[in-house]
């Protein structure tokens, strides 16, 4: 009353009673919280009158008074939110509608009002309808309350990737598809700016989230209904999808967006085998072209590497190490980059193993880590053995980068691992393993030649049949690393192991190749048996090179020492070959 009195004190009192707004900045303090609400609610329904322009101008302009005069006092927000959204499909006119989400605007300005304003907006049907994209889209905020409001929106999302659950949350794809529209809207950019590496980083788990899922998937709140339509044709992946690629937009990061476009990225980032080299090409060209967002992000996600569910951490864990290649990597203490490193190595989580050789290899290639990591070399070598092909890659990678910090017994431990892949049918594994191979050989000092020369001796034939190879990378590896072998043993290779022409349509040069093997090998290692293990080979050119080798082999060896080694069988068959005109060597020719 005291307020009432002041302002009819300094108020002509006819202007007073002609001026509305102030009659309900005087005497709203009269009205209890329910009164209020309904009153917003009846001064809703004067912005619908398409008869009286004025009246809608009027009841927009009194609602605005309202809500900022008795701003403390309401107690039932949601309800006022429903009003809003139930009444913005029957107001037509541009203005009074913009009216209308003011108010909205001005109750989740309030910090006390915020959390009840998000809540209820969220609980809408997704994709949201056009009248509540549009309230989302223009949102007009004050620009100290913006980033108050887009945190606040992005902590409902992030919490919940904190734990593992069934169905994944309704809130978590209503947040990011109402993140979409504030984005589309672009009235926060500011905050947008601000919040880029948290933004970013939720929205990457998001979408780690939703691969492979449906809406059917989601938890559907029990009052709420989604069309067939709805369910069909949206999925939490595309919502993710859509706010991620507008956050990169609307934050200037074209190059990034174009990139991901070009390279496939978010072909990528929506695969479940595929989704952290999606995540790994967007932080590489973010650090390529904005490093200091880039930065911001690696800053981030050193408290998140521990936060979450597993895919919370792993899509954290992609984006951190490809980090790495930055210089600013550099001034991360070791317990936050070896030490969560070592632990990756180790995890149960093939993927982790991967991030975490990968993060070797990025720290090594820029000359860090090195005596850390060298202790890691007997589990490294034990990853050769993986099935998975990018831990084996990354595996010869990180002992390429060892070799010169390794001991003798350590490195000819690690070219019989190496040796151990010139038979595996994975191209780029063989092609990884003979060039790492050839790298071990530089590295033996003097005093150790003698030791290692069995080993090197055992390889010679299996890289001279890979020069063979119908993979052309691994067969031009295969005869360079050959080549460095021979200079070891201090022999001088034949010109004709280099010809490129496949043996079959050059016997008289396979024949030299043969006997100045035959020579050189003869009471050092058995040949013979080296060239038999791929004659059941399932490529058909090695397997026509050894058994091609194998009969010239056998005409000059001697035969009495054929049969010593059991291979009476391999001498039959040739003989049977060549007289009968039928056999290995005619099956197996073009």
């Keep these: 009353m005291k307020k009432c009195k002041e302002l009819l004190d300094i108020n002509n009192i006819k202007e007073f009673y002609s001026n509305p707004f102030k009659i309900a900045q005087v005497f709203e303090v009269l009205l209890s919280p329910n009164e209020l609400v309904q009153f917003i609610v009846t001064t809703l329904d004067g912005l619908k009158n398409l008869k009286h322009p004025c009246t809608q101008q009027s009841a927009g302009e009194l609602l605005v008074t309202l809500v900022k005069s008795a ?21 037509s006119q541009p203005s009074a509608r913009q009216q209308a ?177 999606g995540v790994s090409l967007l932080a590489n060209v973010l650090l390529e072209k904005h490093g200091m967002l880039a930065h911001k992000v690696l800053y981030l996600l ?13 899509t954290s864990a992609a984006f951190f190490v490809e980090l790495f290649q930055s210089p600013l990597a550099r001034r991360i203490p070791k317990r936050y980059t070896i030490t969560r490193l070592e632990e990756w190595l180790y995890h149960e989580n093939h993927q982790f193993r991967v991030l975490s050789l990968k993060g070797m290899d990025s720290l090594l290639c820029h000359h860090q880590g090195k005596e850390a990591i060298k ?36 490195l000819k431990t690690t070219m019989q691992a190496l040796f151990s892949l010139f038979s595996d049918f994975r191209p780029n594994v063989h092609l990884f393993a003979v060039n790492v191979f050839g790298d071990s050989i530089k590295m033996v000092k003097h005093k150790n030649k003698q030791d290692i020369e069995g080993q090197i ?75 038999m293990n791929y004659i059941k080979n399932h490529q058909v050119q090695l397997k026509r090179a050894a058994i091609l080798f194998t009969g010239l082999l056998a005409k000059y060896m001697d035969h009495n020492e054929l049969r010593m080694k059991g291979t009476e069988w391999i001498e039959e068959e040739i003989i049977c070959d060549w007289k009968h005109g039928k056999g290995f060597l005619k099956k197996m020719a073009p």
């Design 302 to 314: 050193i408290p998140l590497l521990n936060r979450g569910n597993e895919k919370h951490r792993l």
């Design 375 to 410: 202790g890691m070399i007997p589990v490294i070598l034990s990853n050769l053995s993986e099935t998975d092909e990018k831990i084996v890659l990354f595996s010869i990678n990180v002992l390429r980068s060892l070799l010169d910090t390794m001991d003798f017994t350590t």
């Design 71 to 91: 701003e403390t006092r309401f107690e039932k927000v949601p309800d006022i939110m429903r009003a809003i959204c139930d009444r913005l499909p029957i107001i």
């Design 101 to 277: 989400i003011n108010i909205v605007s001005l109750f989740i300005s309030r910090p006390k009002y915020t959390d009840a304003v998000l809540n209820h907006l969220l609980y809408y049907p997704i994709p949201f309808d056009r009248h509540l994209a549009e309230l989302w889209r223009t949102l007009d905020i004050d620009l100290p309350n913006t980033t108050w409001i887009l945190w606040r929106l992005l902590r409902k999302l992030q919490k919940c990737h904190n734990v593992d659950q069934e169905k994944m949350e309704y809130i978590a794809v209503a947040a990011t598809e109402a993140l979409y529209e504030i984005f589309v809207g672009n009235k926060l950019q500011a905050a947008m700016y601000r919040l880029f590496p948290q933004l970013l980083m939720a929205l990457l788990i998001q979408v780690h989230h939703s691969i492979g899922l449906t809406m059917s998937d989601i938890t559907i709140p029990d009052d709420m209904y989604l069309s067939n339509k709805d369910i069909s044709t949206s999925t939490p992946l595309s919502f993710a999808i859509q706010a991620t690629k507008t956050l990169l937009l609307r934050t200037a990061c074209w190059y990034e967006f174009n990139v991901m476009e070009k390279r496939k990225g978010w072909n990528l980032l929506e695969m479940e085998y595929f989704h952290l080299d």
């Design 457 to 531: 001796l055992e390889s010679l034939i299996p890289l001279l049949l890979h020069s063979q190879d119908e993979n052309e990378a691994v067969a031009e590896e295969s005869s360079r690393v050959l080549t460095i072998c021979c200079r070891f043993l201090k022999w001088k290779l034949p010109r004709q192991v280099y010809n490129k022409d496949p043996w079959h349509s050059n016997p008289s040069g396979i024949g030299v190749i043969c006997k100045f093997f035959e020579q050189k090998c003869r009471g050092k290692c058995n040949i013979m048996m080296q060239t």
